[in-house]
Structure formats: C-alpha cells, structure tokens
C-alpha cells in the first residue's frame, strides 16, 4: 500500500495516518514530524527548519527532498507507506513521482481531507489550548491555512487529473473518517482487480 495524505492543518492527517498505517501495515510517515526532529537537533540546518515551521512557512523543497527521500526509499522496500504531509508544492509533488518511477512503484491513491476552514481553525485552537505545538497561534493557524490554499491547494486538480483523488469529509468524527477512507479504498482495490 502506497499512500499520500493532502490535507490542510487540523484535518487530521496525524491520527487518520497513523491509522492508515496500522490498518495496511505499512509505515507512516509524517513530513512534520520528521522535519521537527531535524529542528530538534539544534544544528544550523535544525535551526533554519525550526524557523519555517515556527512561522508556519514551509521549508523549502530541497530540505524537505532530503530528509524524505531515503525515509520513502526505505519504506517502499519494505512494502510501501502512507505518506503524510508530503508532497506539499507541485515541485514536491514532482519530485515524489520521479522517486516512485525510479524505485519503480506507482503511488494507489492521494487521500485529500477537507473540511470548512472554521472547523480547522476551532481544533487547531483547541489543540493549542491543551498545550499544543509552538505553530498553534491564531496568528501561523491563519497564516498555514493560507499557505495550503495557495501552495497546496492545487494538488488537488494535480492528483485528480491522474485519476488518484480521493476526497473524504474530514469534518466527521475521525472513526467515520477512517471508516470513510477505508470503504474507498477496498473499492479502488476491487476497481484495480477488475
Ligand atoms: P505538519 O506537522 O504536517 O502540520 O507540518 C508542520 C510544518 O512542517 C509545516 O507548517 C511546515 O513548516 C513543515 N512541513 C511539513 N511538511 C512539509 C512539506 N512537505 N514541505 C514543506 N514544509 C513542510
């Protein structure tokens, strides 16, 4: 199984990943965590991510390819992955296809969480209230919800127009989310063994 999670902060990429992965078997691997624990480092290259994600910028694409690549090659070796938070620009986006072509693997499905943007912003509040991360103010709250909109926003056209969209609700309790995905993805296996 070879996933990717296309979903605005507060979806619930993390909790709906972590379950994908453990449903399927494979690993999760989530873009933010892993760039978090470069910036944990403390090392210059730690200090320059730690300042992107403090702002709510995205780190940029030659970082971010860096740190995920050989985590994915690994992963697809071991019988695939569900690819959280990345990719995130149409670069990444690009670049995430060359790597499955040369590590010759095609990517089932882009799993796209959406829900209204007040919805998003009221659990990122409430995440931040129960001592959430350094990036849950209102402020880079509002600040990330417009850089998804803008920069990631058109993977949604990019991965529908490769026939691998897959929309859910993510405004639903995240056991009905799950559920929701789960049914769509047995039908694009049945679809696929047609
Ligand atoms: P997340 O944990 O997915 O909410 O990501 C937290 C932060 O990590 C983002 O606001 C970005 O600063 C950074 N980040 C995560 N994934 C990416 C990515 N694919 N490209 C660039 N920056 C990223």
Sequence with gaps: ??????APPGAGK???GER???WSG?????????????????????REIAAYQDRGDLVPDQIVLDVLTPVVTEAAAR????????????????????????LGVTVHAAVYLHAPEAVLTQRLLDRASQGGRSDDTADVIR???????????????YYTER??????????????????????LAGLTRAAGR
């Design 14 to 16: 993390g909790t709906q």
């Design 79 to 102: 019988g695939g992955y569900i690819l959280d938070g990345f990719p995130r620009t149409l670069p990444q986006a690009i670049a995430a296809a060359e790597l499955a072509a040369r």
């Design 143 to 157: 600040h990330r919800l417009q850089v998804f909109a803008e920069t990631t926003g058109p993977l949604v056209p």
């Design 26 to 46: 494979v690993r999760h691997i989530a873009a933010g965590d892993l760039l978090r624990a470069e910036a944990r480092a403390g090392d210059r290259l730690g």
């Design 20 to 22: 994908l992965a453990a």
């Design 163 to 184: 026939g691998i969209l897959v929309a859910v609700d993510a405004d639903q309790p995240p056991d009905s989310v799950t559920a929701d995905i789960q049914t769509r």
């Design 1 to 6: 199984m070879r996933l990717l999670l296309l």
